[in-house]
């Protein structure tokens, strides 16, 4: 008896380290597959590499900006711009989680003019998910007339329903077009903490202010079905479509190359540097403090240089 009692506890005791095992084992696969999703969802929206970048509008602004004196009204809409730029990051932060395909600020063109763009556009196995991001960060009132305003300085723009409307429109013919067979739901997401649209109508839900974007995401990723095949060919159809321009080209001032201040900047925030220490490959901003590199610093009057002149500046131009 005593024998048959040891050898049941002993194969008890086995099947039970047995079990242990498997669980952990399969504890190991479904962590593996579950950071593989994580993975793909972070390469789909962008990842490290493929992160959004500043409009061509908004560097050559940034560019000309201490190179020539820029009114007031281009000086605000740097400060705008940059704004709605660092919060269009943060909210890719936040959509970069979920299981889909991204596109970030896709600009259409049609017959070389500026046709739309549209912020932030997620591809689902079920649906496309169309946003207008803004970052108002003063008291903003909707019109009802198709503009908002600014009640500090009056200024006026078109409302975000209306644009909002106009590039769901857009889509929609362009998803006809290209054989793409999903439906789009669309909102406009006011992407910083003090947004807020006073004098909305009541029978809209397609505006969300900063604190529901999180549930929102969390909802989608309940309800959409994950991305197939046929989800990464339509994400690259559309991407192949962008062409970075702006409707807002035209507020560019007229600049030529002997009337430019010859200085170079801080490729993090734009500040002036007046001297670079010699013998240094590193050095800390004047204006912001952080540490840079001096072949970042070099690299980003390269780039402004073909940027203003669309063409490869001569190493005299460049020592200037």
């Keep these: 008896m005593q024998k048959s009692f040891n ?14 095992e498997i669980e952990e084992y399969f504890l190991k696969k479904m962590l593996n597959i579950f950071q593989l999703l994580r993975k793909k969802a972070y390469l789909y929206s962008g ?7 500043r409009s061509n509008l908004l560097r050559t602004l940034h560019a000309l900006n201490n190179r020539m004196v820029l009114n007031d009204d281009l000086l605000w809409d740097i400060e705008h711009y940059e704004l709605g730029y660092e919060y269009e990051c943060k909210t890719d932060v936040q959509f970069g989680k979920g299981n889909w395909f991204i596109i ?23 649906k496309i998910l169309l946003y207008e991001l803004k970052a108002y960060t003063k008291r903003v009132n909707d019109c009802r007339d198709g503009t908002i305003e600014y009640k500090e300085g009056g200024r006026r723009y078109t409302h975000p329903l209306n644009q909002l409307s106009k590039a769901y429109g857009i889509l929609e013919s362009l998803l006809i077009k290209l054989g793409i067979p999903l439906e789009i739901e669309s909102y406009v997401l006011l992407t910083h903490p003090k947004s807020y649209i006073y004098n909305l109508p009541a029978w809209t839900d397609k505006v969300l202010i900063q604190s529901e974007i999180e549930d929102h995401i969390e909802e989608q990723m309940r309800k959409r079905q994950p991305p197939t095949r046929e989800t990464q060919i339509y994400w690259e159809k559309l991407k192949a479509l962008h062409f970075d321009t702006s409707e807002y080209n035209s507020k560019v001032p007229k600049y030529s190359y002997e009337k430019l201040g010859k200085l170079v ?38 780039e402004d240089y073909i940027l203003l002149f669309d063409e490869k500046p001569s190493a005299a131009k460049l020592y200037n």
Aim: proline share 4%; aromatic share 4%.
């Design 265 to 302: 900047k801080c490729p993090n925030c734009f500040g002036v540097i007046r001297e670079i220490p010699k013998g240094y490959r590193k050095m800390n901003c004047p204006c912001c403090s952080n540490k840079i590199s001096v072949v970042d610093i070099a690299k980003l009057a390269y």
């Design 104 to 126: 970030k600020g896709l600009s259409l063109t049609e017959r070389n003019e500026f046709l739309v763009q549209m912020d932030l556009i997620v591809l689902t196995g079920d």
């Design 47 to 53: 990842g490290a590499k493929n992160m959004r970048k």
């Design 7 to 20: 050898l049941r506890m002993a194969i008890d005791g086995a099947l039970r380290a047995l079990i242990v």
